[in-house]
């Protein structure tokens, strides 16, 4: 991978992060099109792998970014990816908390709050999409992920559980 | 508050272990370690604090408890403090996921692994829609909020059309749309 590759991995993850309004899982269709689609650097499955690995990891679900970056690039890319994820959220927090953290619910922030809430939630189901796309799954991967939306919206069970059943199932043949 | 009624003072060392040890027990999801650790544990936020500083959070873009740490940290010990704020939260677990993708860069070939890996991922999209749903139910019940959400994801999800033209376009609208009837 060369040095132009990586930077042009940073700048479009850079450019991402500063729109992830709503959380990352909302830019997560745009970095697919950007490594997938665009350029080829990995496979869809491979993609789906990192988000995967990332849920089943101790750490903040955002990981997958990282593990994304060190797909297409090893260290550097995971480097890359990593503080591409992390500079606009610092700077636009810093800069909003010095100038207006009493505030946050003035009618301008409730506006876009509100106004951006339903945006979010059609992104964050077009990254549910296009995962799903990405891995192979025959219908008892469907019914798998059924399964999930149930038990994961009518109780509040510890997602962990869930994905480790996944693996374990998966590991007996049965998804 | 400590017996003569200080406020005990939070140093850069303090957030940074806070916030590892959020990070680090969030398995699945960090939102509701950073309620246990910060207000129950801690006692650094309110309840009503807390959700001030995650609305904030969610107004700003990226991961809302990683913005959340920042302001934490801003607020009790200035630019170190965001950045212990930031090796908590984020470095532990690169290094973490990092030794992740080594075992799964040596191991991806193995049938085993792939097969777990693939139950994985279908929970993950479950997981994942079920967000989107818990996310959903809060919308208010009139179709205008539905339509912008249907646009965003035949856009960017059916379509792949790159975000941030899907973005200039919807999110104007739909923060103008709201704004004018939230008057």
């Known amino acids: 991978m060369e ?90 927090t810093l800069m909003f908390a010095r100038v207006s953290a009493r505030n946050p619910d003035a009618p301008l922030g409730r506006a876009i709050r509100r106004g951006l809430a339903p945006i979010a939630i059609g992104l964050t189901l077009a990254s549910a999409w296009i995962l799903v796309r990405s891995v192979n799954h025959d219908w008892r991967g469907y019914l798998a992920t059924v399964l999930t939306v149930v ?25 | 508050m400590d017996e003569t009624g200080q406020p005990p003072k939070i140093g850069a060392l303090d957030i940074f272990l806070a916030f590892a040890q959020i990070s680090i027990s969030g398995f699945g999801g960090v939102l509701f370690w950073a309620h246990r650790v910060l207000v129950e544990q801690r006692r650094w936020l309110s309840d009503r604090e807390f959700v001030d500083l995650l609305a904030l959070g969610q107004l700003l873009p990226g991961p809302n408890v990683f913005n959340l740490s920042i302001m934490i940290g801003d607020r009790h010990a200035g630019l170190r403090g965001v950045f212990a704020a930031m090796a908590g939260f984020m470095g532990v677990p690169f290094l973490i996921v990092i030794g992740i993708a080594m075992l799964y860069q040596r191991y991806e070939a193995l049938p085993l692994v792939q097969s777990g890996l693939s139950g ?59 704004w004018r009837r939230g008057r």
């Open chain 2, 120 to 178: 994985m991922s279908a929970v993950a999209v479950g997981l994942l829609i079920a967000n989107g749903i818990k996310m959903a139910m809060v919308l208010p019940r009139h179709w205008r909020p539905w339509l912008f959400g249907l646009l965003a994801f035949a856009g960017v999800g059916a379509l792949r059309w790159p975000l941030i033209g899907v973005l200039a376009v919807l999110a104007p609208l739909a923060v103008a749309t709201s």
């Open chain 1, 151 to 175: 038990i994961a919206t009518r109780t509040g069970i510890n997602p962990l559980w869930l994905i480790l059943a996944g693996a374990l199932a998966g590991m007996a043949g049965l998804v």
């Open chain 1, 3 to 92: 040095r132009a590759d990586i930077l042009a991995l940073f700048l479009h993850f850079l450019m991402l992060s500063s729109m992830a309004i709503g959380g990352t899982q909302t830019v997560m269709p745009d970095m697919h099109r950007f490594v997938v689609d665009a350029h080829g650097w990995i496979t869809g499955k491979q993609f789906a792998d990192a988000y995967a690995l990332a849920q089943a990891a101790p750490g903040p679900n955002v990981m997958y970014v990282t593990l994304v970056g060190w797909q297409v690039a090893g260290w550097m890319g995971a480097v890359a990816t990593t503080l591409a994820l992390i500079i606009p959220s610092t700077v636009f």
